[in-house]
């Protein structure tokens, strides 16, 4: 994307009273860039798109837009436009007011409001409501046109607060298309705040991952989803699979110690910045590959597991599998179903194995709680 | 049995008729009184029904002699000031309040109960010295003053529950597309808010009318109001003319209570005094 730091985030800090919501985001935006700000619940992204459009003031640090600090400028005077996650239409006026109040503001003329808000109304699909009132639209209807009003004051930067969560999941999946070809046709910069990965992952340039109010991982979508920085972005992005290891460093390969479920192997380095000692290691279902035992193909470097399979079920696609690994249960995909009871080798690549280190004092399984298990799901 | 049944439940009907023409004679019988006096040229003790109708109670009373007029007048021109006066007051308070977090909003909230927690008259007769001393007394401006400490109350927190009913995003929104702070509040807030500060105007409004001690000690005898009319009237045994007075103050009320009823709703009922 070209002109990084069209929207720049210096060093800034939020909290309400002594609590900290968001610590030292550094952060910068191209022109024309679609940034996707993801994490779970509480974890502060939203507190970051009010401290952008100017309805949270930060603690410290700068919101820098064009090198210019506008971190003290009110919302209205920042050129952004916020489009909320409740949609927040007027339901004292018509979808045709609604979409044309930032242009009054303007001051501009109502002959050209009237072409400027039906010309929108027309890119939007929302032809002929624009005399309803928002209570006699439908949900997709509404989001639109929340959309519409915040596109046709032609703003230089759009920030979007999950404004698709709200919608029926079919309706989602088609509404990310059109936004997104929506934005890249006006080239408007775009912040996007979700807790969905996938959505995430279809519409924006860039990901930003955020953890307990600091940025866990950055990078195309591709990036942060093949090679997650933490174990937290790993479970994040649905590595949910968590194995603890012994591994020792060993050049530049890995050498994964034997234990109760996992056969001594040997993986490459990988860029991997690894010491030897406990080790979290993370997989997606669908990267580990199932055998019956002992029937395993030789099939490159990564890690062979042995477990029994302790049901099965079909989500769609693939045979979705639990099976103990010692005293841990993975979920591991195959193209055919292996029976409970059965004993199967589990077998993960190389480069879909993620290996982190273990911090010193916190236990793995804090990472992987019931909110990463919901955006997973 | 199928045709004892019938018999039965409309037998129910005697208790329940009985129990709702009580209500409805405690209810209409005092108004029915009131409706047949302003009609009455003449009636005494042992007689069920008037023995004279007739009019001459209305020309009495709509003389100029009679004070009717100036006392409807002062009435009127009272109130309407009340609710410009205590409006223009609860409006910023309300929005203020409103968007204010929550402990010290309750204390303020309760504050604008104090005038209500003393009694009226020891209240009003201190009022009336301090005014006499600052020349308020016996003028309309006194009365208004103190009506508005009398409404603020109800003008405050309906106010505030009207602004705490708007979601905050719907100003943000605003915002976030180019609207300043006060054109934010003219444009989305305020039209919104309408209904809710429309109730508190009549609530005000009602509250004004009827006011007695306050505009006794305070107007009296320079401002006459209508409540005072009728007190006189009703002393003197000339019901014809309280009745009248009373119709004057009932009327207005009546219209406004339907008003109000179609305004107030739900939403902001339930926030009202939080």
């Known amino acids: ?377 | 049995m199928g045709a004892f049944r019938p018999s039965l439940s409309v037998l129910w009907w005697v208790p329940r008729g009985i129990i709702f023409g009580l209500m409805a004679f405690f209810i209409f019988g005092p108004l029915f009184n009131m409706l047949l006096w302003t009609v009455t040229e003449k009636w005494y003790f042992p007689h069920a029904l008037p023995l004279e109708y007739g009019f001459s109670a209305w020309k009495r009373v709509f003389e100029p002699r009679g004070g009717a007029l100036e006392s409807l007048g002062n009435s009127l021109v009272v109130a309407v000031l009340t609710v410009a006066v205590s409006l223009a007051l609860a409006v910023p308070a309300g929005y203020a309040l409103a968007r204010l977090k929550l402990p010290l909003r309750s204390l303020i909230l309760l504050a604008f109960l104090i005038p209500q927690a003393f009694p009226n008259l020891t209240v009003y007769v201190n009022v009336a010295r301090i005014f006499y001393e600052i020349g308020l007394n016996g003028t309309i401006a006194g009365v208004v003053l103190v009506h508005v400490s009398h409404g603020l109350v109800y003008a405050v927190w309906i106010a505030t529950a009207a602004f705490s009913a708007i979601d905050v995003e719907l100003e943000q929104a605003a915002r976030s597309i180019g609207a300043g702070a006060f054109r934010a509040f003219r444009d989305i807030t305020l039209p919104l808010a309408a209904p809710g500060l429309l109730a508190s105007a009549i609530f005000v409004f009602l509250e004004s009318l009827d006011e007695f001690t306050g505009s006794y000690f305070v107007g009296a005898p320079d401002v006459n109001m209508l409540p005072l009319l009728l007190y006189t009237a009703g002393s003197g045994g000339n019901y014809q003319v309280a009745s009248i007075t009373a119709l004057l103050l009932l009327v207005p009320s009546l219209i406004f209570m339907l008003i109000v009823e179609r305004f107030l709703k739900a939403d902001v009922l339930s926030r009202v005094g939080r």
């Open chain 1, 1 to 377: 994307m070209s002109g990084a730091g069209f929207l720049e985030l210096d060093r800034v800090a939020t909290g309400y009273g002594a609590t900290q919501v968001m610590k030292d985001i550094d952060l910068s935006i191209g022109s024309g860039e679609f940034v996707a700000l993801l994490g779970s619940s509480g974890c502060g992204k939203t507190t970051l798109l009010r401290v952008l459009a100017g309805f949270v003031a930060p603690t410290s640090g700068h919101v820098r837009v064009r090198q210019k600090d506008v971190t003290t400028l009110p919302p209205d005077k920042r050129g952004m436009a916020l489009v909320f996650q409740s949609y927040a239409l007027w339901p004292h006026m018509t979808v045709a007011q609604n979409i044309g109040y930032g242009l009054k503001l303007k001051g501009m003329g109502s002959a050209e409001i009237g072409s400027r808000v039906s010309a929108m109304q027309s890119m939007l699909g929302l032809d002929g409501l624009g005399d309803r009132k928002p209570g006699a639209l439908s949900g997709g209807q509404r989001q639109r046109v929340a959309l519409g009003r915040a596109l046709v004051i032609d703003p230089q930067i759009l920030l979007l607060d999950e404004p698709l969560s709200n919608l029926d999941a079919r309706i989602r999946l088609t509404v990310r298309h059109e936004l997104r070809a929506l934005q890249q046709r006006l080239g408007i910069t775009a912040v996007h705040v979700t807790h969905d990965r996938e959505e995430a992952m279809v519409m924006a340039d860039r990901i930003v991952i955020l953890d307990a109010g600091r940025i866990a991982q950055q990078g195309r979508p591709e990036e942060v989803f093949n090679r997650p920085a933490t174990s937290f972005v790993a479970a994040f992005m649905g590595a949910e699979n968590l194995l603890h290891l012994q591994v020792a460093v060993d050049g530049s390969d890995v050498v994964i110690t034997p234990g109760q479920a996992q056969a001594a192997g040997r993986v490459p380095l990988f860029g991997r910045s690894l010491v030897s000692g406990a080790v979290e290691a993370r997989f997606r279902p669908e990267a580990a590959r199932l055998y019956p035992l002992h029937a395993m193909p030789e099939a490159g470097p990564g890690l062979s597991l042995v477990g029994e399979v302790l049901s099965v079920t079909y989500p769609g696609g693939a045979w979705r599998h639990v099976v103990r690994l010692g005293d841990r249960d993975v979920l591991a995909d195959a193209p055919r179903a292996h029976a409970a009871g059965e004993t199967v080798n589990v077998f993960v690549p190389h480069e879909a194995l993620f290996l982190f280190n273990r911090p010193a004092n916190a236990a793995g399984s804090s990472i992987s709680g019931p909110e990463s298990r919901k955006a997973f799901a």
